[in-house]
């Protein structure tokens, strides 16, 4: 197993938060402008993905994608590069629980998710997906977004 990167771009790698088919999600944090710590999520292409080309197209054409999304109920996209062999995107990081953990900690504690905390969670994320699905480039034409992993450990 590759060692944890130490520095992605300008981020300074701090823990891993999760890892997935296609890549693995750390924790980043770099001095903003102004002075301020930014804390961010970075997600990096695991590396031997890279050496495939299509899964390194795959994760450039995402970065692409996921940094024209400007949308109240998606995470934004800071910025995204390479360094060294890795491709990164660094993101906005949310804190807080997924609606998988909330659901595991209901079952655990015999108690149900209410009906309409469960309606409110699903309006927001089929807002963000709306959105994401009528994406549109300069000049009109339609981007065809697909969320293809909406679960309730990536919300």
Same mark, same amino acid.
């Given at each position: 197993m590759p060692?944890?990167?130490?520095?992605? !771009?300008?981020?300074? %790698? $701090? @823990?891993?938060?999760?890892?997935?088919?296609?890549?693995?999600v750390y924790l980043g944090r +770099?001095?903003?402008?102004? !002075?301020?710590?930014? %804390? $961010? @999520?970075?997600k990096a292409i695991r590396p031997?993905?890279?050496?495939?080309?299509?899964? +390194?197209?795959?994760?450039?054409d995402e970065a692409k994608i996921l940094s024209r999304l400007d949308h109240g109920n998606i995470a934004r996209t800071l910025e995204f590069g390479t360094e060294g062999a890795l491709q990164f995107i660094a993101m906005e990081?949310?804190?807080?629980?997924?609606?998988?953990?909330?659901?595991?900690?209901?079952?655990?504690?015999?108690?149900?998710?209410r009906f309409d905390m469960a309606a409110w969670i699903c309006a927001r994320v089929a807002e963000g997906?709306?959105?994401?699905?009528?994406?549109c480039d300069e000049n009109g034409i339609w981007l065809n977004v697909v969320h293809r992993d909406v679960n309730p450990s990536n919300m």
């Amino acid at each position: 197993m590759p060692p944890q990167p130490t520095r992605l !771009g300008p981020y300074e %790698i $701090v @823990a891993k938060i999760a890892k997935g088919g296609m890549a693995t999600v750390y924790l980043g944090r +770099a001095r903003a402008p102004n !002075g301020r710590m930014r %804390i $961010v @999520a970075v997600k990096a292409i695991r590396p031997e993905l890279m050496e495939d080309e299509q899964f +390194a197209t795959m994760f450039l054409d995402e970065a692409k994608i996921l940094s024209r999304l400007d949308h109240g109920n998606i995470a934004r996209t800071l910025e995204f590069g390479t360094e060294g062999a890795l491709q990164f995107i660094a993101m906005e990081l949310l804190l807080g629980r997924t609606v998988l953990e909330t659901w595991d900690a209901c079952v655990a504690r015999g108690v149900p998710l209410r009906f309409d905390m469960a309606a409110w969670i699903c309006a927001r994320v089929a807002e963000g997906l709306h959105y994401a699905h009528e994406l549109c480039d300069e000049n009109g034409i339609w981007l065809n977004v697909v969320h293809r992993d909406v679960n309730p450990s990536n919300m």
